[in-house]
């Protein structure tokens, strides 16, 4: 039989996308960033984000529609982010969603943004359960064990900041460009790490929790002495404090998720994976290093294509997609819930 032809619909934070998947087949998958719009603030805006999806969300799907060389009424089943996210654009969505679905006669189902993310994997991979996830993105950090497509064990996560945030937030008191991840592994690849030494925050503490804030303020700590000796920043000392900073991050994240490894092998799984999803899965230091710890463990490493680790809606329709094979589907009464742990 033929998988359903489904849409998904993404806006919980600031990106607008839509995907059309059949199966595990992405049909079309668009997805437009509103970083030009918040540059100037140094942070995402709510209300700006939420009149921007609501302009482009219906954009994005007539792109995905002539990408997939469908019509909207070939569509099979609607799936939408309801949470976790910014209320404001994750309503534009549930509402567009809730539309479509009335005026098509088909299936609407809800999907958590982080099970979207969680799931990924599986889209372009043969990984079976249950397999351990490190989420890292502008918002999130967490470690799951993903038992099934509604199965999530929380292992632990970050009690402020999420790496991508650090990776921002530095990049802005270095006066390079956003979004951070990227300029600061730029920047790092000419820099001594060992120049300047960042704290690696809870690694003193058991158990697999994460913070990042303490990170940033040793950070500005440096940046400002630095200035105050020699009266600015040189291109050499920024490389090193990206450098030290990506080192405390890797090397922070590396530790917990070696603690995660041992809770999940408890689970005794018969072919222990590691995945990773969120845009901070792009960067290419703590790749390598994560590399190094599956293999010295002995787990198969999984990394989905960059353009699926960061929002995107074919995720969120491939999570929505198990969630109708279940049986599971919502009403109109489908709410927009800004914080929803899985
Ligand atoms: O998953 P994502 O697109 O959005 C959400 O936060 O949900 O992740 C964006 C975050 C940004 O904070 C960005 O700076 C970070 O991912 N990022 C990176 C890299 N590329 C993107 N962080 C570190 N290294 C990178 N190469
Ligand atoms: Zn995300």
């Given at each position: 039989?033929?998988?359903?032809?489904?849409?998904?619909?993404?806006?919980?934070?600031?990106?607008?996308?839509?995907?059309?998947?059949?199966?595990?087949?992405?049909?079309?998958?668009?997805?437009?960033?509103?970083?030009?719009?918040?540059?100037?603030?140094?942070?995402?805006?709510?209300?700006?984000?939420?009149?921007?999806?609501?302009?482009?969300?219906?954009?994005?799907?007539?792109?995905?529609?002539?990408e997939a060389g469908v019509t909207l009424e070939a569509v099979d089943a609607i799936a939408v982010t309801a949470g976790p996210g910014l209320i404001g654009g994750?309503?534009?969505?549930?509402?567009?969603?809730?539309?479509?679905?009335?005026?098509?006669?088909?299936?609407?189902?809800?999907?958590?943004?982080?099970?979207?993310?969680?799931?990924?994997?599986?889209?372009?991979?043969?990984?079976?359960?249950?397999?351990?996830?490190?989420?890292?993105?502008?918002?999130?950090?967490?470690?799951?064990?993903?038992?099934?497509?509604?199965?999530?064990?929380?292992?632990?996560?970050?009690?402020?900041?999420?790496?991508?945030?650090?990776?921002?937030?530095?990049?802005?008191?270095?006066?390079?460009?956003?979004?951070?991840?990227?300029?600061?592994?730029?920047?790092?690849?000419?820099?001594?790490?060992?120049?300047?030494?960042?704290?690696?925050?809870?690694?003193?503490?058991?158990?697999?929790?994460?913070?990042?804030?303490?990170?940033?303020?040793?950070?500005?700590?440096?940046?400002?002495?630095?200035?105050?000796?020699?009266?600015?920043?040189?291109?050499?000392?920024?490389?090193?404090?990206?450098?030290?900073?990506?080192?405390?991050?890797?090397?922070?994240?590396?530790?917990?998720?070696?603690?995660?490894?041992?809770?999940?092998?408890?689970?005794?799984?018969?072919?222990?994976?590691?995945?990773?999803?969120?845009?901070?899965?792009?960067?290419?230091?703590?790749?390598?290093?994560?590399?190094?710890?599956?293999?010295?463990?002995?787990?198969?490493?999984?990394?989905?294509?960059?353009?699926?680790?960061?929002?995107?809606?074919?995720?969120?329709?491939?999570?929505?997609?198990?969630?109708?094979?279940?049986?599971?589907?919502?009403d109109m009464t489908l709410s927009a819930r800004p914080r929803w742990p899985l």
């Amino acid at each position: 039989m033929t998988p359903p032809l489904i849409l998904g619909l993404e806006s919980s934070c600031d990106d607008s996308a839509a995907a059309l998947l059949r199966g595990t087949q992405i049909l079309s998958s668009v997805v437009r960033g509103q970083n030009a719009l918040h540059a100037q603030f140094g942070g995402v805006v709510p209300e700006i984000a939420a009149r921007a999806h609501a302009e482009t969300l219906d954009v994005c799907v007539e792109a995905a529609l002539a990408e997939a060389g469908v019509t909207l009424e070939a569509v099979d089943a609607i799936a939408v982010t309801a949470g976790p996210g910014l209320i404001g654009g994750v309503l534009s969505g549930v509402m567009l969603a809730k539309g479509l679905a009335t005026g098509l006669g088909v299936p609407l189902v809800g999907v958590n943004h982080l099970a979207g993310h969680a799931l990924t994997p599986r889209l372009t991979e043969d990984l079976p359960f249950p397999y351990l996830m490190l989420l890292v993105s502008g918002g999130h950090c967490q470690f799951l064990i993903v038992r099934g497509p509604q199965d999530f064990a929380r292992l632990g996560g970050t009690i402020d900041d999420a790496p991508g945030e650090a990776f921002d937030k530095t990049a802005r008191l270095l006066g390079l460009s956003q979004p951070g991840g990227p300029s600061v592994e730029d920047a790092a690849r000419d820099g001594d790490p060992d120049r300047f030494r960042f704290p690696r925050p809870l690694l003193d503490r058991p158990g697999c929790d994460l913070s990042f804030s303490g990170l940033k303020t040793a950070l500005l700590r440096q940046r400002d002495a630095l200035i105050s000796e020699q009266g600015g920043l040189k291109r050499q000392d920024r490389a090193d404090l990206c450098a030290g900073f990506q080192a405390a991050v890797r090397d922070v994240l590396v530790e917990k998720t070696a603690r995660a490894i041992d809770l999940y092998l408890a689970d005794a799984p018969a072919a222990p994976a590691l995945a990773i999803a969120g845009g901070v899965a792009a960067n290419g230091v703590l790749r390598g290093a994560l590399t190094g710890l599956c293999t010295a463990r002995g787990l198969r490493f999984c990394a989905p294509p960059l353009k699926l680790c960061t929002d995107n809606a074919a995720m969120i329709a491939y999570a929505g997609g198990a969630l109708l094979e279940a049986g599971l589907h919502h009403d109109m009464t489908l709410s927009a819930r800004p914080r929803w742990p899985l």
